[in-house]
């Protein structure tokens, strides 16, 4: 399917609000019709199945630029105080992390100014493995968004999509961040892709590796061009492989300290 | 409503995990069926209005000891490098954040061990705000327990109960944290409520305070039982006052940093 094509299908499916809340409410009407489900709220009891996207964060997981990304000093001890708590030390892009528009722009939004009504939205999971494993700098670039709404249907305004790469599983190598000769060498988006997605009213783009741009970028494109735009994206995700292609929601836990350009945060999906 | 009585109503309202499954299925077709709502999941188009509990952390949060919870230090330009990013220190216990078991346990579990199924779950909300306006250290107790499950009906297993005592208005005074004579005074839960609580199989209690336990509490008797029992408690949540009782879904972003007793969390209810 040609750009023009994608892009006007997907607007032609794309829902008002009002459109939404209506609908919710027959959904609504329909679980207590079913009785069994009165007693739970509606997301509760939906779909069922909580896939946890988050790295654990320790002083060992790779980071971008090499120096440990969290670092652990007693504050309290339990055997003093009966309670325990540390003082962290973390730079914000570690772990599986959000990177807010101020990360690239003087002046964007802060990871504590996102709209929270973004945090929560449908994902798509572009798998692009194959070529992946063929080429440790692969893109996921706009023929892997066609080929994806030609078998999947359309990207949803709002929604954010997740390059899936396969990297996860690498994350207790070194080939996770560089290559043999050690160089950078991992896979990201191409702006090709992004361009098409920003066109699309995606909120957000995700990786399951260090960076939103390939390991061999020269100049951060992705960066430059995403979030300047007021939208975010996501880091270093987990268990991609455990979702479908699309019908999962996501949840963002992006932290919220103010003038954050972004963070550790808690992301989970639910089928 | 006596206690048993109480206890004995919520377990023959449980729902097995396949009810909510053939439940959740049929509310999917139902969605399905509506049309206008196949483009996006179901738990994406469910309910829509996304309130965020989360304050803003900053250097100026109220903290339980007094320190700062947050400082910044640059360690990447936007004028030198053409991007930017903060190195932080952070006390885990500041902000909207989670206590886990291992912050009054020994060898309790970590932020990082919860069971991510345990943080998407039901959300309760028991307004003790009457009681709290006309004594600082007003105990949320079983009698609040019992009138909220007769109005209300039951607290689902797994649930979230929340304690809305309106402290959230006074985050920017001193009153949040002390009483005039500077004692710690603010509302906080009994264990009487969370004793009951606990055999009801609730997942996590929370409030909207800088403690579990009340300020003038000698002897953090609810931290104490609540989470060595591998529960987890959420304090100083914002926005308790948009929620209805019953029927919201809660998010808890918690973090996922190794060997957490707690920290800053992303908390968001859907209704």
Known sequence: MCHACVIDSVKRSMLSRR?????????????????????????AQSGGRVVDLTHVLDENFPTFDGVPGIAYEEAVNF?????????????????????????????????????????????CVIDISAKAAEDANAMLDAADIEAWVSANGAIPSGACVAMHSGWAA???????RTAPDGSFAFPGFA???????????????????????????????????WLPGGRYGIEALANLDQLPATGATLFVGAPKHARGTGGPARVMAVI
Chains 1, 2 share one sequence.
């Not at 939404?20 to 739970?40: D, E, K, P, Q, Y």
């Not at 002046?107 to 996102?114: C, F, M, N, R, Y």
């Open 191 to 225: 702006t090709s892709a992004t361009d098409m997605l920003a066109e699309l009213g995606v909120a957000a783009i995700a990786v399951d590796t260090l960076s939103l741009d390939p390991g061999n970028s020269p100049d951060f494109a992705v960066h430059n061009s």
């Open 79 to 123: 055997d003093t105080s009966g309670y325990q708590l540390w003082k962290l030390t973390i730079f914000e892009h570690s772990g599986t992390h959000i990177d807010a528009p101020l990360h690239f722009s003087r002046d964007g939004l802060s990871v504590a100014e996102l709209a929270p009504e973004t945090l929560i939205c449908p994902l």
């Open 170 to 176: 690498k994350v207790g190598d070194t080939g996770f």
């Open 19 to 43: 459109q939404l809340f209506s609908g919710a409410a027959a959904a609504g009407t329909a679980a207590i019709a079913a009785g069994a489900l009165a007693a739970r709220p509606a997301l």
